[in-house]
């Protein structure tokens, strides 16, 4: 691939899955804290034990496939990826490499700019290692397999995004789509990506970004790393390309190892995991089932109601708002709708620090006050004290 950006980044994004059990047993994804606790024979890879894919995972996957106008295949492949690592205790991880479950699809940022998506594939988590001292410094390493056999949906984007910005952007614009879809819980599921970056004047030397978590750390990240490859090669040093891992703490990145090829880990089929089809009949029951998506929502939004683009935007980001808003605004003015939805209903649940399903508001309570304030029986002093009185018990708004 020819490049010609001063800038070049492409993002492997791992996804955890919003299940109630690993992706090949029976243990719960959530639940005990108490290290080792949440696992059995098939996650800790006793001899004998057999994995069973878990059919939730696979649909989740394939919604955002769906989403991403990905191609999906026609069969479901794994693999083991093989390494000597004491965060599988198998010596190997269950993954997909020689057919993903999906490839070749996009994903627009928020400038509508269109990102391609190389692959999506899922793959188990492998457990995790914890640093009393932290990584430079503990003199040993404590391993929690807790977190070995969740599943996990890996998001491999081309190499198309030219800043540090862009890259945050597309993290967010990811996560509306996750939480529209209901596949991914914020509050009890990790995202994380490893960042591949290159610069101008190393002739794009491939520099990998391991297990960055968060929208502001993938930025901060990047930024690191983006003035640290132009300060060496502008004092005439020999970027290589490598594995480097990133401190939050301290907001540098550090050297781990030289750059792995993925023939290193020894791909080979998984035995105990015989390849089944995807059939057109599974995937279409799956689209059926499909929620409309914020950019869906946001044309609606204008085209229908009328609102301004971006109130549109904002209010159709978030799917509880956007839900909210279509039903307040076929009875009342969507004008008057949307800028309570968007100004005052935040500005409520910010100051209850709650989510809006978390409080005691519905629908027809705020119907209720935005046709008092219509009709003029009501101020809008009235009307803000109202809601911040649902937020802790429902009552009847006109009475």
């Not at 999906?72 to 020689?98: C, G, H, T, W």
Request: proline fraction near 5%.
């Amino acid at each position: 691939m020819t490049f010609t950006a001063p800038i070049v980044i492409g993002l492997e994004i791992h996804i955890e899955l919003n299940t109630a059990t690993k992706l090949f047993c029976p243990c719960q994804r959530t639940g005990s804290d108490i290290p080792n606790s949440r696992t059995c024979p098939i996650c800790l890879g006793h001899p004998g034990s057999k994995p069973v894919l878990n059919k939730k995972a696979i649909e989740s996957a394939i919604k955002l496939a769906l989403a991403t106008k990905s191609a999906i295949a026609p069969n479901l492949v794994f693999s083991r990826k093989s390494y000597f690592y004491p965060d599988m205790s198998k010596n190997y991880q269950i993954s997909q490499y020689e057919l993903p479950l999906a490839k070749e699809g996009s994903l627009a940022l928020g400038a509508g700019k269109s990102v391609g998506i190389t692959r999506l594939h899922l793959e188990e988590d492998p457990a995790s290692l914890v640093h009393p001292s932290g990584m430079r410094e503990s003199a040993y390493v404590l391993v929690d397999y807790n977190r070995s056999g969740n599943p996990l949906l890996e998001l491999v984007t081309r190499p198309e995004l030219e800043s540090p910005g862009e890259a945050r952007d597309f993290m967010k614009q990811l996560i509306t789509i996750l939480e529209y879809l209901e596949i991914f819980d914020i509050n009890s599921c990790i995202i994380k990506a490893d960042a591949n970056i290159s610069i101008r004047e190393s002739n794009y030397s491939r520099v990998e970004i391991k297990n960055i978590t968060g929208f502001k750390e993938i930025e901060r990240a990047l930024n690191y790393e983006v003035a640290r490859q132009q300060q060496e090669a502008k004092e005439g040093k020999t970027l290589r390309q490598e594995t480097r891992s990133w401190d939050s703490e301290l907001g540098i990145t550090s050297p781990l190892r030289e750059k792995e090829s993925e023939e290193e880990y020894g791909y080979i089929i998984d035995p105990d995991l015989v390849s089944f089809s995807l059939s057109h009949e599974f995937i279409a029951k799956i689209k059926q089932a499909m929620p409309e998506l914020a950019h869906e929502k946001l044309e609606k939004f204008q085209q229908q109601h009328g609102i301004t683009e971006e109130m549109a935007k904002i209010i159709s980001k978030d799917k509880e708002l956007a839900e909210m808003f279509e039903s307040v605004a076929a009875s009342v003015n969507p004008e008057l709708a949307a800028k309570w939805v968007r100004r005052e209903l935040p500005r409520v649940l910010n100051f209850a620090k709650k989510k809006l399903h978390e409080t005691a508001i519905k629908e027809h309570h705020l119907i209720d006050i935005l046709q008092l304030v219509q009709q003029k029986k009501i101020t809008d002093k009235t009307a803000q004290r109202l809601m911040e009185l649902l937020i802790n018990s429902p009552f009847d708004v006109k009475e």
